[in-house]
């Protein structure tokens, strides 16, 4: 049984659901002081931070606590924080893509 302990279960979902947190506040925070967007490249690199780094981390720290788990575990691991941080990034995208635009955006695009 993959979820024998709470411990497995918070071990599992700390991490994904940090991923999904951070994602997100990444993708709206004012980059620039919202002068100009984050270029392509660095957004990509800082997300592949996020989506690896907190699977990898929580595997240090579940090895230096001496809480074993089989490579199954840590592949489920990764394979649902992609999964799950992918839809975060994809529903970040869909509500910009879905609000309404601000007079001041207009005014932005017509001067810029």
């Keep these: 049984?993959?979820?024998?302990?709470?411990?497995?279960?918070?071990?599992?979902?700390?991490?994904?659901?940090?991923?999904?947190?951070?994602?997100?506040?990444?993708?709206?925070y004012p980059w620039n002081k919202g002068t100009r967007p984050l270029k392509r490249v660095a957004a990509y690199t800082m997300g592949t931070v996020v989506v690896v780094g907190y699977p990898v981390a929580t595997m240090f720290v579940a090895n230096a606590l001496k809480m074993s788990h089989g490579e199954v575990f840590w592949a489920l691991l990764l394979i649902a924080n992609v999964v799950l941080s992918g839809i975060t990034v994809n529903v970040a995208y869909w509500i910009d893509g879905n609000r309404a635009v601000s007079l001041e955006e207009t005014n932005d695009d017509v001067r810029g």
């Design 1 to 28: 049984m993959p979820f024998a302990e709470l411990q497995d279960l918070l071990l599992f979902s700390i991490p994904v659901g940090l991923s999904m947190t951070t994602l997100a506040t990444m993708h709206w």
